[in-house]
Nanobody
């Protein structure tokens, strides 16, 4: 299994910045993709940004040029630097990873961290 623990959410004014962090712990699984999703009230969970072990990144159109995803060299942490925040970025942000086990691949989620952007 993989455990994901997020931190760094909070309240910020529009135009401000926040940095989310997610720490992954696993003994046997191999993480191949890490990323961030978000869910605003009354809306479906949506992709924000992903980072693959091959070095490819993918961003939602709504955050391109404002958000940056990165990982540490050990692939134990993933970060989301959020700049020029807008009120529409308000949501619960979830860390996600896709990992390979002995027999299959699995998706894991963190508990979520609230990001509130005041206008």
């Amino acid at each position: 299994q993989v455990q994901l623990v997020e931190s760094g959410g909070g309240l910020v004014q529009a135009g401000g910045s926040l940095r989310l962090s997610c720490a992954a712990s696993t003994r046997r699984f191999s993480i191949v993709t890490m990323g961030w999703y978000r869910q605003a009230p009354g809306k479906q969970r949506e992709l924000v940004a992903t980072f693959t072990r091959g070095g490819r990144t993918n961003y939602a159109d709504s955050v391109k040029g404002r958000f940056t995803i990165s990982t540490d060299n050990a692939w134990k942490k993933v970060y989301l630097q959020m700049d020029s925040l807008k009120s529409e970025d308000t949501a619960v942000y979830y860390c996600h990873c896709h990992a390979l086990g002995d027999w299959d691949s699995y998706d894991y989620w963190g508990q979520g961290t609230q990001v509130t952007v005041s206008s």
